[in-house]
Nanobody, 118 residues
Framework: QVQLVESGGGLVQPGGSLRLSCAAS????????MAWYRQAPGKERELVAA???????NYADSVKGRFTISRDNAKNTMYLQMNSLKPEDTAVYYC????????????WGQGTQVTVSS
C-alpha cells in the first residue's frame, strides 16, 4: 500500500513562483527514480524533470534554468521549485515514482493544477 500525494499548485502571475511537493506514504522499502510530469488540456503528458536515486537530474528543455527538482529521502518527499513561470507552464502536474514495497513498481499521484495567468 503506497500513495503519492502532490500539493502546492495554484494560480500565479507570469514571472511568479510555486513550489510543488510530492509525499510518498505507506510501506516503503526504498524510493528509486522520481519524476514530475505535466499535462495541459488537449496535450499529451510530458516529462518535466526527473531525479534518480543516484546520478544527474534531467530537465525538459522548456524548463531548464527555471525549475529545480530535489528530494528529501528522509521524508520520502520530492519537490519542484518553479520560478519565472510562463503561461505555457499551465498544466496539471503529476508526481511519479519507482518504489520498492511488496514489489517494485511505478506509482502516480492524482495531480495538482498549476495555472499561470494575468
Amino acid at each position: 500500500q503506497v500513495q503519492l500525494v502532490e500539493s502546492g499548485g495554484g494560480l500565479v502571475q507570469p514571472g511568479g513562483s510555486l513550489r510543488l511537493s510530492c509525499a510518498a506514504s505507506g510501506i516503503i522499502f526504498s524510493i528509486r527514480a522520481m519524476a514530475w510530469y505535466r499535462q495541459a488540456p488537449g496535450k499529451e503528458r510530458e516529462l518535466v524533470a526527473a531525479i534518480p536515486s543516484r546520478g544527474n537530474t534531467n530537465y525538459a528543455d522548456s524548463v531548464k534554468g527555471r525549475f529545480t527538482i530535489s528530494r528529501d529521502n528522509a521524508k520520502n518527499t520530492m519537490y519542484l521549485q518553479m520560478n519565472s513561470l510562463k503561461p505555457e507552464d499551465t498544466a496539471v502536474y503529476y508526481c511519479n515514482a519507482e518504489i520498492s514495497s511488496v514489489y517494485v513498481r511505478n506509482y502516480w499521484g492524482q495531480g495538482t493544477q498549476v495555472t499561470v495567468s494575468s
